[in-house]
């Protein structure tokens, strides 16, 4: 199936610092992917949806100024946590959106986890 | 919200068939089921999705009913490597997917 990668894999950063989080599609091109956070023992919450070329929608509660999403490519998408606080630490996944005979499949990256000290 | 409801938790003898159930009766006519899976600290995996017709591949079989309002993902021989959440997800073309707590199976020895 398709692939999507994830970059870095973890993190470790200080409180006020910015980090930046890669996505990409490796074998298809994605004109929509999707950046989903992810708490322990908690299901996957929808933060953004990112579109080739446009801005980024976010979900209700999600700063869009704080979460920087840049979808410059067919292939990348990145999410920056600017001022990152130890609030933040979490587990960061994104997915791409590829399309299958029959209706659609989301491919998941492998995950990103963030630790603001 | 999530569209689906589904059991907490589940155990399943290695070997035996897993039979995992998913509710949604607000499904509409154009929405696909999905699962996936997650192992722990992983991102989620694709296991199979379907429309109305039964489905199998090589990880799984879906059976949907009739009316489409619930469906069924069958691991016929599971294994420990089948320990994960699993999410049942109804999802049309181009939205978001939107998770539920899922299902923890837990394959026992």
């Known amino acids: 199936g398709a692939v999507v990668s994830q970059h870095p894999s973890r993190v470790i950063c200080k409180s006020g610092t910015s980090v930046k989080i890669e996505c990409r599609s490796l074998d298809f091109q994605a004109t929509t992917m999707f950046w989903y956070r992810q708490f322990p023992k908690k299901s996957l919450m929808l933060m953004a949806t990112s579109n080739e070329g446009s801005k980024a929608t976010y979900e209700q509660g999600v700063e869009k100024d704080k979460f920087l999403i840049n979808h410059a490519s067919l292939t990348l998408s990145t999410l920056t946590v600017t001022s990152a606080h130890p609030e933040d630490s979490s587990f960061y996944i994104c997915s791409a959106e590829g399309t299958g005979g029959a209706g659609y499949e989301q491919y998941f990256g492998p995950g990103t986890r963030l630790t603001v000290t | 919200d999530a569209k689906t409801t589904q059991p907490p938790s589940m155990d399943c003898a290695e070997g035996r068939a897993a039979n995992l159930p998913c509710n949604h009766s607000t499904i509409s006519g154009n929405e696909y089921v999905y699962w996936y899976r997650q192992i722990h600290s992983q991102g989620p995996q694709y296991i199979i999705h379907?429309?109305?017709n039964n489905e199998t591949n090589e990880m799984a079989s879906l059976i949907i009913t009739e009316d489409r309002k619930s469906s069924t993902l069958i691991l016929p021989h599971a294994t420990l490597r089948d320990t994960a959440v699993y999410y049942c997800i109804v999802n049309n073309y181009g939205q978001n997917f939107v998770f539920g707590p899922g299902t923890r199976l837990s394959v026992l020895p």
């Open positions: 379907g429309l109305k």
